[in-house]
């Protein structure tokens, strides 16, 4: 069983920066790739950024390209979204999410954890 756990959510001013981690754990499990989805009240779930494991391809969503970004460190099994010049609109429940199979989607996702961007 996989175990993913996330950290670094909180609240934060527009304009200003957090990172969320998450750190994969279990008994031999195979890594594709690892992303973050967000969701916020009352709003479908969002793609936010992917990375893929073997060669650190990023892919992110129109609405965080250029503030975000997303990196790997291999060593620890983790995954990690830096987040610049953040917007109320930001506000979400982030979700970090494993794909353990290629092409068939992310199948292992964490508990989330709250991002509040506000004045």
């Known amino acids: 069983q996989v175990q993913l756990v996330e950290s670094g959510g909180g609240l934060v001013q527009p304009g200003g920066s957090l990172r969320l981690s998450c750190a994969a754990s279990g008994r031999s499990f195979s890594r594709v790739a690892m992303g973050w989805f967000r969701q916020a009240p009352g709003k479908e779930r969002e793609f936010v950024s992917s990375?893929?494991?073997?060669?650190?391809?990023?892919y992110y969503g129109d609405s965080v390209k250029g503030r975000f970004t997303i990196s790997r460190d291999n060593a620890k099994n983790t995954v990690y979204l830096q987040m610049n010049s953040l917007k109320p609109e930001d506000t979400a429940v982030y979700y970090c999410v494993l794909a353990s199979v290629d092409g068939a989607g992310y199948d292992h996702w964490g508990q989330g954890t709250q991002v509040t961007v506000t004045s």
């Open positions: 990375i893929r494991w073997n060669d650190g391809a990023a």
